[in-house]
């Protein structure tokens, strides 16, 4: 049966402009958020997403999306806000978003218009503070987002090889919020509409801040290595990843601090996980789903997700290169179906809308629905993954919401085709029979893209990722079903090269699964650093902060370079490169498998 079909919103733009703001009746904003990238209202976007639930609660909201930071005056746009600053350096930390693995400049942005480089500066977070803190002195600011959730410790920067001081004390900012904001930002929002004072409010989950005063020995607080401490000793590094990475479960985390230089950093335990009412209202307010109408160009970013629906939030994974569970948490939260439903027949009905669903998932689509089966053991976890190094036996991995939900969204009126975009664990799918049988029958164009990263066991180890056994049984159950559905449809694996413990000897084994199995990948991802993820812990310090065992880092541009290469073997142009890389690890043996006896040279 088909769903029926909503009428369409009359939602209109938040204002970025001192007369939109006119144009609503306001002589003033209760809060201005300021956001590294450009103005789309969409749910994807986190400042938009955040800026329209706090218009919800009854505020007078603006956002300066992407100000010309050079001097204060575009920071004084739309005026004083009553109540504070909400700063973000937008959907990726600036520096990944302006440098390659190589630290090599990009040219483009996919979050500005015409996907121009430039519009934003680097380190963001801190630039847009202290710009504001130029022109507004005595007015209270927040910093959020990934870039200061995950820099909010004493942390290693790759761009300028050291470790870098807390965002926090960086941006001299009043206070910072970690994770997803929604619940930190509506009490503190709270808080300041009954009358406390901005600095008295230091208890809020998901929030940290700075003090002079050293906290008082407790059996709650867990104190880091000092910042001194972490940037001169690598071993004292490891040790503060290690303790920091016990402390990320809501239901059984500590307050963290840790002393930099005569002041102190204060992280409240993690907020709560968003109930399904809460998620389900969040995507039920009344977003645009476009760019401000004051941009004349596309927007690369949101082309790509404009006709995609996020269903849940969080990853159990745990995967050592991966923020999304330092940043979204372990707890997958799940949307109701109905919510979901909703949200595509009001996509159904947008002007622009051709019938085709480009993602329906989120960071992992097969988590959808999933969650922990034992409450009282999920409130006192502290494995940083469910699935590694096995599935975890609490761990309800039933397919039924999932497979369902496709089935469903397929209904819906006016949508001709659903795909899943997202990334899948196709060792979690080995449980799934349900959602695999859905996927492949009618939510695969053609092709699959999967992420293994690596396929030698040894590699795949440090990764916390399923070895080559696992990819290989998933390999042959997509070809069955496939074959069930009279399809010829293909697996499109992603990698990564340079990865903390990969050598170029296990980049040669994989360059040979690969031919064997007659794969072919066309992009392979460098391995880049980025704050406040294991695989940097290791890549810094070079063992494993867990075990304290060394783990080889590829450290060279060279070594880097010949790796990459490698997984591109077919390309006429990486031919030199793959021989140098054979030579240089003694697997010259290899050269007659990957380009036949007689093109060797």
């Known amino acids: 049966m088909k769903h029926a079909r909503p009428k369409q919103s009359s939602a209109r733009f938040l204002p970025i402009s001192l007369s939109e703001v006119k144009a609503r009746g306001w002589n003033e904003l209760d809060v201005i958020f300021v956001s590294g990238d450009a103005y789309v209202d969409h749910p994807s976007f986190g400042v938009p997403l955040l800026a329209r639930l706090l ?4 505020l007078r909201v603006g956002i300066i999306p992407q100000p010309d930071w050079r001097s204060k005056e575009p920071f004084m746009a739309l005026g004083r806000p009553r109540l504070f600053f909400a700063v973000a350096a937008g959907a990726m930390d600036s520096m990944v978003a302006h440098y390659t693995p190589a630290r090599k400049l990009r040219r483009d942005d996919a979050y500005t218009p015409g996907n121009h480089h430039g519009a934003r500066p680097n380190r963001a977070t801190i630039i847009y503070t202290s710009r504001l803190k130029e ?22 920067d790759f761009w300028e090889d050291k470790v870098r001081r807390s965002a926090l004390f960086d941006a001299k900012a ?79 985390a500590k307050t963290v601090i840790q002393r930099h230089a005569q002041r102190y950093l204060v992280c409240n335990p993690p907020a709560w996980p968003l109930d399904r009412q809460a998620l389900d209202a969040i995507y039920a307010l009344p977003f645009v789903k476009a760019p401000h109408p004051s941009y004349k160009e596309a927007i690369p970013a949101y082309e790509q997700i404009r006709n995609s629906i996020t269903t849940h939030r969080g990853c159990f994974g745990g995967c050592a290169f991966c923020a999304i569970t330092h940043h979204q948490g372990k707890t997958i939260q799940s949307r109701s179906e109905g919510s979901v439903l909703k949200e595509l027949e009001r996509l159904a009905e947008l002007p622009w809308f051709r019938g085709s669903v480009s993602d329906l998932g989120g960071p992992t689509a097969n988590m959808f629905g999933l969650s922990c089966g034992n409450a009282e053991a999920g409130a006192k976890c502290r494995r940083d993954s469910c699935l590694f190094p096995k599935i975890c036996k609490n761990l309800v991995t039933d397919d039924a919401d999932s497979s369902r939900l496709l089935a469903k969204a397929r209904r819906v009126s006016g949508v001709k085709h659903v795909a899943v975009s997202s990334g899948v664990r196709y060792d979690l799918m080995e449980r799934q029979p349900r959602y695999l049988r859905e996927l492949v029958s009618h939510h695969v164009s053609g092709l699959l893209k999967v992420a293994p990263e690596h396929l030698t066991d040894r590699v795949t180890s440090v990764m916390r990722k399923p070895g080559h056994d696992c990819f290989d049984r998933f390999r042959d159950s997509f070809q069955k079903e496939s074959a069930k559905a009279g399809k010829k449809q293909y697996i499109v694996p992603y990698f990564i090269s340079g990865h903390p413990g990969c050598t170029l000897s296990d980049m040669v084994d994989l360059a040979l699964m690969l031919k064997r199995w007659g794969m072919r990948v066309e992009q392979v991802q460098d391995f880049t650093p980025t704050p406040g993820t294991l695989s940097t812990c290791i890549y810094h310090t070079g063992v494993d902060p867990f075990t304290g065992e060394k783990v080889y880092v590829a450290r060279t541009d060279k070594e880097k370079g010949l790796q990459k290469s490698l997984l591109l073997y077919h390309v006429p142009e990486e031919r030199k490169n793959c021989l140098a890389a054979l030579k240089e690890c003694g697997r010259e043996d290899a050269a007659a498998e990957l380009f036949g006896q007689n093109n060797r040279r």
Request: hydrophobic share 40%; net charge negative.
């Open 174 to 252: 009043d206070l910072l919020i970690y994770g997803m904001g929604e619940n930190p930002l509506l009490e503190l929002v709270q808080r300041l509409q009954k009358g406390e004072a901005f600095a008295s409010i230091r208890d809020i989950r998901g929030t940290v801040y700075p003090t002079s005063t050293a906290p008082e020995p407790a059996d709650d607080v867990v104190e880091l290595p000092s910042y001194e401490e972490v940037a001169a000793d690598k071993a004292a590094y490891a040790q503060s990843f290690r303790l920091l990475s016990g402390e990320q479960n809501p239901g059984c």
């Open 55 to 58: 218009e919800a609660k009854g």
């Open 135 to 156: 022109a507004y002195r005595d007015v209270p600011v927040v910093i959020g987002g990934i870039e200061a959730s995950l820099r909010r410790f004493a942390h290693y």
